[in-house]
């Protein structure tokens, strides 16, 4: 069961200058800056009512951050969908025939349980599972 979209993932070339952005001329506040060493980025997210916008910085060249922004620059990069129940849910949409980039959770920003979805079968968009204790 999707519950609701957890945060929109930003990708930036600069942690720094777009929380002066979203900070300070758009007055939202973020959450400390965390280091996800997994996937090479530190993020800082925004909470925006029910959501989050996350944005995202590589730490390193070998980043899937880093290579988002070299093809496609920089800009929105993945939605995230909350499930209660991230195991059953991969499982549910891999019988569908839904192609996974990870058929089991990894850890991603702020403790939570991800999973991507391979955008071939999401009509190209990089959608991530999230579960995670309120
Ligand atoms: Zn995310």
Redesign the pocket.
């Known amino acids: 069961m999707f519950k609701k979209i957890d ?1 929109i ?1 930003i990708a930036v070339k600069n942690l720094e200058e777009a929380l002066q952005f979203y900070e300070e001329i758009l007055g939202l506040k973020s959450t400390k800056i965390e280091i996800v060493e997994d996937q090479k980025i530190k993020v800082a997210l925004l909470p925006l009512g029910e959501s989050k916008l ?1 944005l995202i910085q590589a730490i390193d060249p070998d980043s899937p951050i880093a290579k988002f922004i070299e093809v496609r620059g920089e800009g929105i990069q ?1 939605i ?1 969908l909350r499930v209660n129940n991230i195991e059953k849910k991969l499982k549910s949409l891999d019988e569908k025939g839904v192609r996974l980039i990870d058929r089991v959770p990894r850890y ?1 920003a702020g403790g939570a349980r ?1 999973a991507f979805l391979h955008p071939k079968s999401t009509f190209n968009v990089l959608l ?1 599972l999230c579960e995670k204790e309120e």
Do not use: L, Q
């Open positions: 945060h993932g996350e993945h995230a991603g991800i991530e």
